[in-house]
């Protein structure tokens, strides 16, 4: 069965094809600049990666020229064969803790939350809705980030500012990348061997954030309401006294609106450098001894070991450290700072075996209380395997 994984953005499209249950990637790609000049794909199969320059004026074209690639390719021979196509959505609220079939009901719910992440759902909406258009026959599912988050209990997810902005306006943590950190967390299972596990799931790329996962569900996750709350970031500043808010606004001037902008992509380590809110370029920086890049990492790395003892103590232990995303499974110098300042838990870092990038293995030694793994994260499967369940 073929199963199709979408991530649509206002200006985007990325997708992956599956051959399920084997769970084999058939082709692979990307729609960029739809609705704007200059737009392009570029399709990965057979090891082969092509680019073409069309004219996308919006989602519903892109999939038109994806099925056009299907069907010239040989991926399909008939648009009957895509079974379910399984679209990523950011935002599901507190009404959605699992992977729904996207019914006129879930897409109103969806729309109801465009509040939440304005740039995000309504993108996701246009791909539901181009998908049905031109691939009517498929079963379409919306896999949402927050779902996974939704076990927290009420403890963890209530902030402390009048209960009326929950109950009336849904203020509340939700949490985001929750399909990274249950793919991760699963896997740690599969590797321990057991379910009953306790397991801190560190998803740090451009964006951030950190999972304390009991016997594979959610008890704790680092982001809030939006994704710029936890960790620093690539540009999020992630947590703060809440009044340097209100405070700048006044010394600046600025509207919510620029100062949303100032906090989401001018702040985290590109605000403290200045320089990039790339870690490489950051890493770059150290090396030529630039100080604000040194104070950078140095406070990254000091916010994660912060979250990460906070979870182990509220987990009452912890069986396993997990380390996904860009830096993460990348970063050899990042996860080793981070392990060195857990010493105190008895964690030690296996300088050798920590080389690694981009691939699964464990980075500490046989003596270290907790173990570590670099696990590299696949939300596009993820999306598959629920989609598959739904469609078969
Ligand atoms: P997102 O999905 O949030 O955009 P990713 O998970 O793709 O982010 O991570 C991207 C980030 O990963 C880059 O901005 C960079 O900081 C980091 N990264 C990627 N490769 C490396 C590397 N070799 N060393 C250090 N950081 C890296």
Redesign the pocket.
């Known amino acids: 069965m073929k199963v199709l994984s979408v991530n649509a953005g206002s200006s985007s499209l990325k997708f992956q094809m599956y051959e399920m249950p084997e769970e084999k990637v058939l082709i692979s790609g990307v729609f960029e600049r739809i609705g704007i000049h200059e737009s392009f794909y570029t399709i990965k199969i057979n090891g082969e990666k092509i680019r073409k320059e069309v004219d996308l004026p919006d989602h519903k074209v892109a999939f038109e020229y994806l099925v056009q690639e299907l069907e010239n390719n040989h991926v399909v021979e008939s648009l009957d064969e895509i079974k379910g196509i399984g679209h990523r959505v950011v935002q599901g609220g507190a009404y959605f803790d699992k992977t729904e079939v996207a019914t006129d009901d879930v897409i109103a719910k969806i729309e109801e939350l465009n509040v939440l992440a304005p740039l995000h759902n309504p993108a996701a909406i246009i791909g539901i809705k181009a998908a049905k258009e031109v691939i009517p026959n498929a079963v379409q599912t919306t896999v949402f980030d927050t779902a996974f988050h939704q076990t927290m209990p009420e403890e963890n997810y209530i902030y402390a500012v009048p209960y009326e902005w929950y109950t009336d306006y849904k203020v509340r943590r939700y949490g985001a990348h929750g399909t990274s950190h249950k793919y991760v967390a699963n896997r740690m299972n599969e590797l321990l061997g057991r379910d009953d596990t306790k397991i801190i799931t560190c998803h740090i ?3 951030a954030s950190i999972s304390a996962v009991v016997n594979g569900k959610c008890l704790d996750t680092s982001m809030g309401l939006t994704p710029n709350a936890g960790l620093i970031m ?1 540009s999020r500043c992630g947590d703060m006294d809440a009044t340097i808010v209100t405070y700048m606004m006044d010394q600046l001037g600025v509207s919510a609106s620029e100062m949303d902008t100032i906090l989401n992509k001018k702040s985290g380590v590109l605000g403290i450098t200045g320089v990039s ?4 370029d950051i ?1 770059d920086g150290v090396r030529s001894g630039n100080e604000r890049c040194a104070l950078a990492k140095k406070m990254y790395v000091r916010r994660i070991i912060d979250y990460i003892a906070k979870y182990y103590v509220e987990m009452n232990g912890c069986d396993a450290i997990v380390f996904t ?3 993460g499974e ?2 050899v110098s990042t996860r080793r700072q981070i392990m060195e300042g857990l010493e105190v838990l008895g964690v030690h870092v296996d300088e050798e075996a920590n080389n690694i ?1 981009g691939k699964e293995g464990k980075i500490t030694t046989e003596d270290s209380s907790i173990p570590c793994y670099v696990i590299p994260t696949d939300e596009e499967l993820m999306i598959a395997r629920d989609t598959y369940e739904l469609s078969k």
Request: glycine share 26%; charged share 25%.
């Open positions: 790329g451009n964006g690539g809110s790339d870690m490489r890493d995303a860009g830096v990348n970063s990038r």
